[in-house]
């Protein structure tokens, strides 16, 4: 045991872990700078790059000139040496992509849904059905996978017996064991693993390795879709918790949500309800399509590009819901006060820029003082695909704080405890 009662498995661990992470980030770096940057000793970082080499995860990227002495060679982490498929469950598709460990998409495929349709043997089928055609486009072995994020509406709760299972009020999903239905009959051997979680925090967790949360140290990734929800990240909470924000009461015996309740945030400001209230209101919505379809049609409506008259009724509606987020966001600025406020889902990328002047107006205007004057509020940078990426982030931050390993089968039967005491006696 080392002395703060870490073996010594978990130190090389956590160093590889730490190299691993400063190469992904910052990378390529030399040798001689990843010292500084990780804190390790050069004969630390020296053993832990050799260690990676040798697995493959870490390759050399050319070289740099020092300071009157032979080049410095440069390393990286190897985008080859492993790839994770993300799967975004939205409002009207599932999107199945997979990415190599840079990240780069190597392949894509959707599977539309019927409009409020989320009947959970078709989502099941058409998870397993896209990872089947991803994996078959890129010519890659399913063992080849470090796993499988997925981002659902919801909460997901953890259970030892049946693996994430999924509380999905608003879709119409009760205690769905969402994992075990996924294994049963998967297409994937039983070492890779399924990393199942909320939309919206895999959204944040996109924006803040990737996007626009780099660098915060406490902020808040608001998913605008058919309804609304939020992930909150602070250093106590670093990958991320989703937060069901869109199911504050914001009005007493007001409008009910599809949750069921009367009053909450997401029957005022969703793209679903948005839409509802327009047409209640007289509006032309269009029918027979899609929500994104019927926004982009409500936007044209309400700002016209050719320089006819906005529909006033589109107009009001939007504004009404401008400031119904923003009032909503001024919740969120008092309880958590946040750095960054970053708005991102298929609606709010819609909206965009047009929309979030208005709500950062309303939202500074009911947030208190002095949280108010420390916030930023932007859109998020990573376009439609972010909660797709953030999943696909899962399994790859589990793999980092692994230190690069994939995890071990369980094996039929335990190892002798002399094994595990001398794999970890640290030389004296």
Same mark, same amino acid.
């Given at each position: ?19 691993? *992470? ?18 390790l000793s050069s004969g630390s ?70 409009? *409020? ?13 896209g990872i089947d055609e991803v ?214 990328? *819609? ?78």
């Amino acid at each position: 045991m080392a002395g703060n009662g870490r073996t010594v498995r978990d130190l090389r661990r956590a160093n590889r872990t730490v190299v691993l *992470q400063r190469l992904y980030f910052d990378g390529p770096l030399s040798r001689f700078e990843l010292g500084p940057s990780t804190g390790l000793s050069s004969g630390s970082v020296s053993n832990v790059v050799a260690d990676l080499i040798a697995d493959g995860l870490v390759e050399e990227a050319g070289s740099v000139d020092s300071d009157g002495g032979r080049p410095r060679t440069l390393l990286r982490v190897a985008p080859t040496s492993g790839h994770m498929i993300g799967v975004d469950v939205g409002e009207t598709r599932v999107r199945i992509e997979l990415f190599d460990l840079a990240l780069t998409e190597l392949a894509r495929t959707e599977r539309p849904l019927e409009q *409020q349709r989320y009947e959970v043997e078709v989502i099941v089928d058409h998870i397993r059905s896209g990872i089947d055609e991803v994996l078959a486009a890129a010519d890659l072995a399913p063992e080849r996978l470090l796993g499988v994020g997925i981002g659902v509406p919801g909460i997901v709760e953890r259970t030892a017996d049946r693996g994430a299972v999924v509380h999905g009020q608003t879709i119409g999903w009760d205690a769905v064991p969402l994992e075990s239905l996924l294994r049963d009959g998967s297409p994937l051997p039983d070492g890779v693993p399924y990393f199942i979680d909320n939309g919206a925090r895999t959204l944040g967790q996109a924006e803040m390795w990737f996007g626009a949360g780099r660098g915060a140290g406490n902020a808040l990734v608001v998913l605008f879709g058919s309804g609304v929800g939020a992930s909150l990240v602070t250093p106590e909470v670093r990958h991320g918790r989703a937060v069901e924000w869109g199911h504050l009461t914001v009005r007493v015996r007001g409008r009910r949500c599809r949750c069921g309740a009367l009053g909450c945030l997401e029957a005022y400001a969703g793209a679903e309800s948005l839409l509802a209230r327009w047409r209640e209101e007289g509006g032309r919505v269009p029918e027979d399509t899609d929500e994104e379809t019927a926004l982009t049609a409500m936007l044209a409506a309400a700002y016209p590009a050719d320089g006819a008259d906005a529909d006033p009724v589109a107009l009001a509606v939007l504004e009404e819901t401008a400031e119904y987020l923003g009032a909503g966001l001024s919740d969120l600025i008092n309880l958590f006060q946040p750095e960054r406020i970053l708005m991102g889902g298929w609606a709010g990328l *819609q909206l965009g820029s047009r929309f979030l002047p208005a709500v950062r107006r309303h939202a500074l205007s009911y947030a208190l003082r002095h949280p108010a004057e420390r916030v930023t509020i932007e859109l998020g940078r990573l376009g439609p695909d972010a909660v797709t990426v953030g999943a696909a982030i899962l399994p790859l931050a589990d793999f980092f704080d692994r230190g690069g390993r994939r995890p071990d089968p369980d094996p039929a039967l335990p190892a002798p405890a002399w094994r595990e005491a001398l794999r970890d006696r640290v030389p004296r």
